[in-house]
């Protein structure tokens, strides 16, 4: 009897690992490079316009001083971005691990200079890729084995993630944010 129930859980184990596959192949992890670019051409805009709607003299702005400023938050993103694309492209990265974040230029001239460069990198780096490519595994940082699909929808998550926290930072100043940028 239990071997019948071990089996059958197994099943619905498989019916839902499939199941949710199959809905975050839906939700971005694509298997297509031109799908890839355009998401993250849609990406890049919005995060410009993120930093296009902060004034310019609060790019130092911190709600709390433990956490990042604007300005940190996202050259933590650019960074992000340099670090994983170098990884699933395997090519080198022009910017060290860390490196943006630590600029002590955070005007809004440099630290959207140096956005606009992070995403142009990994825009780059995905048209370089076929689609085949995109099904190759990897191992992340070392340590997690993935496609690359998945690598890419990981970081794809991680700017997503940290613009969204920035959300935060433009209505302490202030200001609107950006509306929501889907499509």
Not at 88 to 113: F, L, N, Q, R
Not at 122 to 134: F, H, N, Q, T, Y
Not at 159 to 171: A, D, E, L, M, V
């Amino acid at each position: 009897m239990d071997r019948f129930k071990n089996k059958r859980m197994k099943t619905i184990k498989a019916l839902i690992t499939s199941a949710f596959f199959i809905l975050m192949m839906n939700m971005g992890y694509s298997q297509n490079v031109n799908d890839m670019v355009k998401e993250w051409e849609r990406a890049k805009a919005y995060t410009l316009e993120y930093l296009d709607v902060m004034p310019a003299e609060n790019f130092d702005l911190k709600p709390t001083p433990e956490i990042r400023s604007f300005a940190q938050q996202m050259l933590h993103i650019t960074d992000a971005n340099y670090g994983f694309t170098a990884a699933i492209a395997g090519v080198e990265s022009p910017v060290g691990m860390g490196e943006s974040e630590k600029s002590t230029d955070t005007s809004k001239e440099s630290v959207t200079k140096m956005v606009t460069a992070g995403y142009d990198f990994v825009i780059d780096a995905i048209k370089g890729l076929s689609d085949s490519e995109l099904s190759e595994n990897i191992t992340l940082f070392g340590q997690f084995e993935m496609t690359k699909a998945q690598a890419l929808a990981k970081m794809f998550e991680h700017q997503t993630h940290h613009r969204g926290q920035s959300t935060i930072y433009i209505r302490l100043a202030g200001v609107k944010p950006p509306n929501e940028k889907l499509f």
